[in-house]
């Protein structure tokens, strides 16, 4: 069975810290995605990747293949930062399984 | 270029009642994903349609269904709606041939009495 686990569920910073998101997964993947939901509903796709890292203005996403684990870091947090985030495996059949969700909130 | 829509934005139905989500995809992207969030619970894959085919569908009773017009906009189908029906339902698309990123609409939130 496909299972994905993000870690914290909750975590809360103040403004500046820099902020780590963790998602491990079980099976192996033709890609990881990394979500950003805000209150409202409202889904961005933030990066897809299959190996290495990539970086998007102060957000930076890296994968552990062997490892079967990827991490999302947000360097200088902002209050407009918080938000759910998300990470989903792909598997074959181009489906997504997705993991619970970080709620994180960035205090000014 | 105009994101993915969806419609319509709120919806109230009664149990035992049916309803139609519609979804239209940006412009070029041939598959469209729909997906499931109820409330407290994360997000659930339904149905993957792409060139009007359904290609893959998660675990989920057959009275969801759905399909894909030839411009490649998208239905999904809910029969005898069940109060665990209330959720938001999401819609994606994407441009198949190569990995590419989904994009989301805002989602259709569908309340149960």
């Known amino acids: 069975k496909n299972e994905v686990e993000q870690s914290p569920q909750n975590l809360t910073a103040q403004e500046g810290e820099f902020i780590t998101i963790n998602c491990s997964y079980s099976v192996g993947i033709s890609a990881l995605h990394w979500l950003q939901q805000h209150p409202g509903g409202g889904i961005v796709s933030l990066f897809m990747?299959?190996?290495g890292k990539k970086k998007h203005g102060r957000l930076i996403a890296t994968i552990n293949i062997q490892e079967k684990h990827s991490s999302l870091h947000i360097t200088a947090s902002h209050p407009r930062d918080s938000a759910v985030y998300i990470c989903a495996d792909e598997t074959s059949g181009s489906r997504l399984t997705f993991g619970e969700g970080t709620q994180l909130t960035v205090n000014p | 270029e105009a994101g993915v829509t969806q419609s319509p934005t709120h919806l109230i139905k009664t149990r035992g009642q049916q309803v139609t989500l519609r979804c239209s995809p940006i412009s070029g992207h041939t598959s469209v994903y729909w997906y499931q969030q109820a409330l407290g619970l994360g997000l659930q894959f339904l149905l993957w349609y792409d060139e009007g085919e359904e290609r893959n569908r998660g675990n989920f009773p057959p009275r969801f269904s759905g399909r894909q017009f030839p411009n490649y906009s998208s239905e999904l189908n809910v029969n005898a709606l069940e109060l665990e029906d209330s959720a938001l339902y999401l819609c994606?698309?994407?441009?198949?041939?190569?990995?590419?990123?989904?994009?989301f609409g805002d989602g259709t939130r569908l309340s149960i009495l």
């Open positions: 990747l299959s190996s």
């Open positions: 994606a698309s994407r441009v198949m041939g190569s990995p590419s990123p989904q994009h």
